[in-house]
Every structure is written in structure tokens, then in C-alpha cells.
């Protein structure tokens, strides 16, 4: 009896801080336990839209063009002098138990590095390009279209799944403030899964198993891991209508921000007016989807690899995305691999396109950590 009354007064004391929680704060997270610092976060995120677009940068504090942990160092800040306001990390091979993701960066330098965000008011995501886990290679082996169906309850896979979410969900964990509170992310998870490249992609299983796949993961990192920390950022790669934006989307009740993956093929006039007319479609789609939704629409992933065209933040991202009332558009990573010199999205010291970034950053509606704080 006791032990009952106990756990009624237990549960409506957490009924109670809701109700107080969905009072205080206009916008919640689908996670209706997510902690308070989630739910300011949230709430902050949307506000931000109000002001301006943030600027983001994939693994900007580990590593950039040809140089590799350097404390305090981001290309970004090298050429613009702050650092981008949010930054993004990779998790895969956290769910293999690696001690370094798939870019080598040691799981326990990006728990520093996000912290370190954390304290300067920066906001991070975080995406995740798990192995395959019926072949043990990595996301992009996409040869075969049953692996969602084997990772879904019942499948032959399930329960090893879960040991690769529970490890997920154990990271999140570990993100930590200095009074120990826990830091909230922006996990977009299974993302440009409209493409056909990822074991989670649209020629690799239906609809519907995808949307299981996420409704799984959702459930299984909130309700049986308890992670409260995180808001959940769906963004298939480049679509053509809402239709298709649509066709695996999990349900509003299991998405907080919506976005999508673009990036600028090619290095000519040609590339620039095709990725401007998708960049426009797409802001379009999820703008008005965000609207009627209540969500925060954002550029998950973006750029033009290399930078060959030396006026593509000025003419081809920004009269784009400052027609749209976004969180964020984060460009992809600068790899520090002496055997990638090509793949960077952002310019470090010395590039031609420095110019053009510092006059795109320096743009009243474009903010970096500094204009956030
Ligand atoms: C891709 C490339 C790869 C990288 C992967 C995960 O787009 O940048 O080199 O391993 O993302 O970060």
C-alpha cells in the first residue's frame, strides 16, 4: 500500500511539473518528459527563427582542411573569426562500441567539444550513419532491401538492434554540464533516406517499415532508455513535392524539426541555378509543412564540395534561404584526410571563396555563436 501510494504521488508530482512545463513554454518537444533544458532549447530554436538563420559546420571543433585536433581551432572561425552556432557531429560506429566514429574522432573528444558548445551557448545535432548490421559493413552497403525488416520487432535482428540503440542512448547520456545537467541535441537520425544510398533508404525498405524504424528508435531511446535530451530532426535528401516529403514521415508526434539534405553538384553556372531551384522547392516544402505543423524547418546538411565556385554563399545560398524563416543551414564536414583535399564545404584560411563566406556571414540575418548567445 505504501510502496502504491508512493508511486501515485510520484506520478503526480511528474504530471504536476508537466502541466507547469506545457504552461511556461509555448513550444513542446514530442517527448513530453524531455527535460527542462529540451524544452528551453526548443523554445529557444524557434525564437532564433525569428532572427535570423544560424550558421552550422559538421565536426567544426575536431578538425578541418588538413589539420586535425587542434584545441580551440575551427575553419570556420580561422576565416570569420567566431565559431559556426551550431555544430554537428557523427555518431556512427558508436553503435559497435567503437572508441572513434567513422571520421575518426574519439567519442570521448566529442563529448568534450559539445560541452565546450554547450558553455558558449551553441546548439548542437548530431547525425548518425550506422553499420549495416546484417552485413557489419557500413550504411552506405545498400544491396539488400530486407535489413529494416530484420532490426523491426520479431526480425531476426531486433534484439541486437537494441544493444546498438541502447549505446546511442548512452551517449546522450553522458552529455553533461558543469552542475550535471544534462545537454540537449538535435538527433537527425535515418536521414536522406528518400535517396537510395543507405540501408534505411527508399529502394531498401518500404514506407512503412521506415516509419517503424523510427517510431522504434523514438520509443526505445525515450520510454525504455529514458533519454529526454534530445529532439528528433527528420530530413530525407532533396524531394520534389510534399507528397514525397511525406511518404515516410513517422508522424508529427515523433518529429520536432523538419528539414531536408542538398547539396550543389557540379562547379558551374549550370550546378548553381539547379541547386538554387531545388534549395527553393525544398525551403518551400518544409516551410509551409513547418507552419502547418508547428515544427522548426531547417537545412540539415548542404554545400558545394571544394568551393570551385567562388560566389556560392553570396549568390547561391544566401538570396535562397533569406526568402524562408529557418533555424539553420548546416554545411557539411572539411575533412582533415590527407586523401580527401577535395571534400570541405566551407572555406579555410587561404581559399578563394573566403571573400564570399565573410560577406555572407557578415550578413545582419545570418548568425554565428557571438549573435546567439
Ligand atoms: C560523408 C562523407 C564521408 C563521411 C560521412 C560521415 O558525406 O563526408 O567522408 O565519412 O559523410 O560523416
Redesign the pocket.
Do not use: K
Given at each position: 500500500m505504501k510502496r502504491y501510494l508512493i508511486a501515485l504521488a510520484a506520478c503526480v508530482i511528474l504530471i504536476s511539473c508537466n502541466q507547469k512545463k506545457e504552461e511556461m513554454y509555448q513550444h513542446m518537444p514530442i517527448d513530453k518528459d524531455a527535460t527542462t533544458e529540451t524544452v528551453k532549447l526548443y523554445n529557444r530554436l524557434l525564437d532564433l527563427a525569428d532572427k535570423g538563420i544560424m550558421v552550422g559546420h559538421?565536426d567544426a571543433l575536431a578538425y578541418g582542411h588538413s589539420w586535425y585536433k587542434e584545441p580551440g581551432r575551427s575553419d570556420v572561425k580561422d576565416v570569420a573569426g567566431d565559431y559556426p552556432a551550431v555544430i554537428g557531429w557523427?555518431l556512427?560506429h558508436i553503435e559497435i562500441g567503437a572508441e572513434f566514429n567513422?571520421?575518426s574522432i574519439y567519442f570521448s573528444d566529442m563529448k568534450q567539444y559539445i560541452k565546450d558548445t554547450y558553455k558558449r551557448g551553441g546548439i548542437t545535432t548530431a547525425?548518425w550513419?550506422g553499420d549495416n548490421i546484417v552485413t557489419g559493413n557500413t550504411a552506405w552497403d545498400c544491396a539488400q532491401d530486407s535489413v529494416v525488416r530484420t532490426i523491426l520487432p520479431n526480425g531476426s535482428n531486433h534484439e541486437k538492434y537494441l544493444t546498438w540503440l541502447d549505446r546511442v542512448g548512452d551517449f546522450f547520456l553522458d552529455l553533461k554540464d558543469e552542475e550535471g545537467k544534462l545537454i540537449p541535441v538535435v538527433f537527425r537520425m535515418y536521414h536522406e533516406h528518400t535517396g537510395a544510398w543507405f540501408w534505411w533508404g527508399s529502394e531498401q525498405c518500404t514506407p512503412e517499415e521506415y516509419q517503424q524504424l523510427w517510431i522504434m528508435t523514438v520509443n526505445h531511446l525515450r520510454n525504455e532508455k529514458n533519454v529526454h535530451n534530445l529532439l528528433y530532426a527528420y530530413s530525407p535528401s532533396e524531394t520534389k513535392d510534399e507528397i514525397e516529403f511525406l511518404e515516410r514521415y513517422p508522424g508529427d508526434e515523433y518529429v520536432d524539426i523538419v528539414g531536408y539534405d542538398c547539396y550543389a553538384t557540379g562547379s558551374d553556372s549550370v550546378a548553381v541555378a539547379n541547386y538554387k531551384t531545388a534549395m527553393n522547392r525544398n525551403l518551400e516544402i518544409i516551410t509551409a509543412y513547418a507552419q502547418k505543423s508547428g515544427k522548426l524547418p531547417v537545412v540539415g546538411e548542404t554545400g558545394m564540395e571544394a568551393i570551385p565556385y567562388p560566389t556560392y554563399f553570396t549568390e547561391a545560398v544566401y538570396p535562397i534561404i533569406s526568402q524562408y524563416k529557418i533555424g539553420w543551414v548546416l554545411f557539411?564536414?572539411n575533412?582533415w584526410e590527407t586523401n580527401?583535399p577535395n571534400?570541405f564545404y566551407v572555406p579555410f584560411e587561404g581559399h578563394s571563396s573566403t571573400p564570399d563566406f565573410k560577406e555572407f556571414i557578415a550578413k545582419p540575418d545570418i548568425l554565428m555563436n557571438a549573435d546567439i548567445k
Open positions: 559538421q557523427e556512427g567513422l571520421d547525425s550513419h557539411w564536414r575533412a580527401m571534400h
